[in-house]
Each structure stands twice: as C-alpha cells, then as structure tokens.
C-alpha cells in the first residue's frame, strides 16, 4: 500500500501541555531529518499556531482529555480540537500521542470512554511496561513494514479510544485495542508513549503517585521504577526505529 502524502512535513510543530511531557526522542530524530521544529507550551499561555503547507503537527500527552473540553482551566484544548480538525482538513502531517491520540479520534468524529479492566470491570487505567503487537489487517500499511513482532512500550491512560469508522487500526494491546491507528492518508495516533527517557518515566512516577497507586496498588513507585530499568533500554532501539519510520513517512 501506498500512502499518498501530498503535504510531506519540513516542520514539525510540537504541541506541550505540561513540562513533564516534552517531546522526548521525538526531538532529536527530527532534528536528524532537517526539520525545523518549534515547541509551543499552551500551559505557558502561549499560543497556537496556524499550520502551513510544509508544517507537521505532534500533539503531546497530558492528565487531561476530551471530558475536559468544556473545562475552564483548560482553555485552549478545544482550540487544539479546531487545530486538528484543520490538520485533517488541509491533510497536515499530524502525530498525536496519548492525549493528542484521543483528540485526534475526537476531532474525526471518535471519542473516549473510560478504559475497564479486572475481575469487576470498572475503570481501570493502563499503566506500565507491556507490548503491543500488529493488527493483522495493517500488513499492508507502510509504517508496519518493519514492525512484525510484539514491541515493549510504556502505557499510561485511563482512556479507550473510540475510534470513526474510517480509523485504521495498526496495533492494539492486550487491555486496550485502540493502541495505534491512522486517519486519512498522514494523521497518526499513538495511544501509548514511544518517546520516554529514563528520566522522563521517572519524574511521571514523582509526579502522578495518585494515577498510578489506583491503577497498581500503594507499590506502584517500586513497580514501574524496576519496569523502566528492564525494559526502558533494551526497547530503545526497537522504539526509535517505528518513530523514525514514522517521521520519514510523514517527510517523503
């Protein structure tokens, strides 16, 4: 299969919502491809930017979601809804990853609802080390030709996303289908996180002691603290390979 990209990126415009979660490995693989790239932190007040042709948007993840939408301490999410819808519209290249994943869903005509899991099926957020495998209908898409076997990443939701049906499903997880999928010829979105560091997980630790004792238990620190050195480095290649797939994807 061929994807026809018509808007191939030669800037990338990073949207941040919090300083925790910046753009991570994403940045240096861009930077490697000769795009420009500019961080826009809308939690900083600053403003969003209006795409042009040539301009690649990455929408990063955050604590908050699409229930948020009418909430006023987030102003400007849905201004970032009207963004995406624009990207879509204009078919700029566009990566979303966990928030920016189920905002992208969201502004196709998608949504979210709480993701349930354990012997009651209540909510239950996805948290920790764990792999994601193919869909075997996305043999054919371009950005699966170098992904065949089960990858190690990092999850870190409490959402399921509720893809249009003109979504196309590339991998799921064991909890959660909706893992990786594409919208229209270059919207992509990654539910989990491929971009981490070491140092990065590590400050999400410190920082979200409550998400994370809900989803694991009061030793939800140690868990994903031993998680991360096992599986933090010996997935790093494997990580960097799909998100540099993708950027070339999105630049050719």
Avoid at 49 to 62: H, N, T
Avoid at 128 to 152: H, K, M, S, T, Y
Wanted: glycine residues 10%; hydrophobic residues 45%; charged residues 20%.
């Amino acid at each position: 299969m061929v994807i026809n990209v018509t808007n191939f990126m030669t800037r990338l415009l990073v949207i941040q919502h919090l300083e925790r979660e910046g753009p991570g490995l994403f940045l240096g693989l861009a930077q490697e491809r000769g795009l420009e790239v500019k961080v826009i932190r809308v939690d900083l007040g600053e403003s969003l930017p209006s795409p042009e042709k040539g301009d690649g948007l990455l929408v990063l993840g955050g604590p908050m979601g699409v229930a948020d939408l009418a909430n006023s301490a987030f102003p400007w999410l849905q201004e970032e809804v009207n963004l995406i819808e624009h990207a879509l519209e204009n078919q700029n290249p566009f990566i979303g990853v966990c928030l920016g994943a189920q905002l992208l869903a969201h502004a196709a005509g998608g949504g979210v609802e709480p993701l349930l899991g354990g012997l009651s099926h209540n909510p239950l957020a996805e948290v920790g080390w764990a792999p994601i495998e193919p869909a075997v209908e996305a043999d054919i898409d371009p950005l699966i030709a170098n992904f065949r076997q089960p990858l190690d990443v990092l999850h870190w939701h409490g959402d399921r996303i509720l893809l249009p049906a003109k979504a196309k499903i590339l991998a799921s997880s064991h909890r959660c289908r909706e893992q990786l999928f594409r919208i229209g010829p270059c919207a992509y979105g990654l539910q989990f996180h491929l971009e981490v560091e070491d140092s990065d997980v590590f400050n999400w630790i410190r920082e979200d002691g409550e998400f994370i004792r809900a989803a694991l238990g009061d030793d939800a620190p140690s868990i994903l603290r031993e998680q991360q050195h096992k599986y933090g480095p010996i997935s790093r290649p494997r990580r960097l390979q799909l998100l540099d797939d993708l950027i070339s994807l999105l630049c050719r």
